[in-house]
Nanobody, 125 residues
Framework: QVQLVESGGGLVQAGGSLRLSCAASGLTFSSYTMGWFRQAPGKEREFVGAITWSASSTYYADSVKGRFTISRDNAKNTVYLQMNSLKPEDTAVYYC??????????????????WGQGTQVTVSS
């Protein structure tokens, strides 16, 4: 079965950086768009960004554009989220996800079928 395992979360001061990783198994990783989402307490899950299966394109939410960067290593079945200039409002549980179909670039959470367990990111002011 498909497994997505996030790591790299933690506590960081405002202005700091973190890099999240998501290791995938059980799917042909190089054929799937990978997305990152986050959910803060009391809020709905929101899209952070996504990267196409070949890494040819990335797309980011306006709230993180210019600060966050998504990359992937298909040889390692891993996708990364580099987060710089972190703000307290970035505090959330961060999830990686894969859609149900290969070679499909999507950004809506409802179009993603496979999800990791999430990793907590806390940014202190």
């Amino acid at each position: 079965q498909v497994q997505l395992v996030e790591s790299g979360g933690g506590l960081v001061q405002a202005g700091g950086s973190l890099r999240l990783s998501c290791a995938a198994s059980g799917l042909t990783f190089s054929s799937y768009t990978m997305g990152w989402f986050r959910q803060a307490p009391g809020k709905e899950r929101e899209f952070v960004g996504a990267i196409t299966w070949s890494a040819s394109s990335t797309y980011y939410a306006d709230s993180v554009k210019g600060r966050f960067t998504i990359s992937r290593d298909n040889a390692k079945n891993t996708v990364y989220l580099q987060m710089n200039s972190l703000k307290p409002e970035d505090t959330a549980v961060y999830y990686c996800a894969a859609p149900g179909s290969v070679h499909t670039f999507v950004t809506g959470a409802t179009l993603y079928d496979y999800w990791g367990q999430g990793t907590q990111v806390t940014v202190s002011s």
